[in-house]
Antibody, heavy 118, light 111 residues
């Protein structure tokens, strides 16, 4: 059974940093691309970042480019999102999502809440 | 990269069919057959319902079907059931630097 478990969310002040983690199990993690998708309270889904299986290809949404860094450790079956210079508008539930097909997310974690507030 | 455009809400009675549209541009929906649809119940993670415009993952009811014409993709739910009441989002690959874009979301209400 595919399982994705996010952690690392919490309350942080504007301008601060946070590192999210996603522990994967139930599939060959090193063979699949992974993503982060977020959802602000009461709002829609927003794709945040993509990383290929070997980390050779990485994409970011314009809204986080230059502030967020996606990475992965295939030996630890883990995905990460380093978030710097956080803004109030980054407040959201952040989901880790496995890529199945092109630009498709076939499995999702339960999400971790990031709140940016003073 | 702007979000794909979906109607804010769609409703129907049990047993009826409803269709949700998802309008983009030639750089995303119209240019590639990489449109997906997701169902999200309140407080839950999204669930993949359709991928590559019209393919259903294993375990998804055949009451859900997808199609595309030009820059607009559509999700049809036939034989509407109470459990189908949820938010639905489309997404598409995009040739812009951002790789993927979601729709604005549609709330489906079963009357």
């Amino acid at each position: 059974e595919v399982q994705l478990v996010e952690s690392g969310g919490g309350l942080v002040q504007p301008g601060g940093s946070l590192r999210l983690s996603c522990a994967a199990s139930g599939f060959t993690f090193s063979s699949y691309s992974m993503n982060w998708v977020r959802q602000a309270p009461g709002k829609g889904l927003e794709w945040v970042s993509y990383i290929s299986s070997s980390s050779s290809t990485i994409y970011y949404a314009d809204s986080v480019k230059g502030r967020f860094t996606i990475s992965r450790d295939n030996a630890k079956n883990s995905l990460y999102l380093q978030m710097n210079s956080l803004r109030v508008e980054d407040t959201a539930v952040y989901y880790c999502a496995k890529s199945g097909y092109v630009a498709t997310f076939d499995y999702w974690g339960q999400g971790t809440l990031v709140t940016v507030s003073s | 990269q702007s979000a794909l455009t979906q109607p804010a809400s769609v409703s129907g009675s049990p047993g009826q069919s409803i269709t949700i549209s998802c309008t983009g541009t030639s750089s995303d929906v119209g240019g590639y057959n990489y449109v997906s649809w997701y169902q999200q119940h309140p407080g839950k993670a999204p669930k993949l319902m359709i991928y590559d415009v019209s393919n259903r993952p294993s375990g998804v009811s055949n009451r859900f079907s997808g199609s595309k014409s030009g820059n607009t993709a559509s999700l049809t739910i036939s034989g509407l059931q109470a459990e189908d009441e949820a938010d639905y989002y489309c997404s598409s690959y995009t040739s812009s630097s951002t790789f993927c874009v979601f729709g604005t979301g549609t709330k489906v209400t079963v009357l």
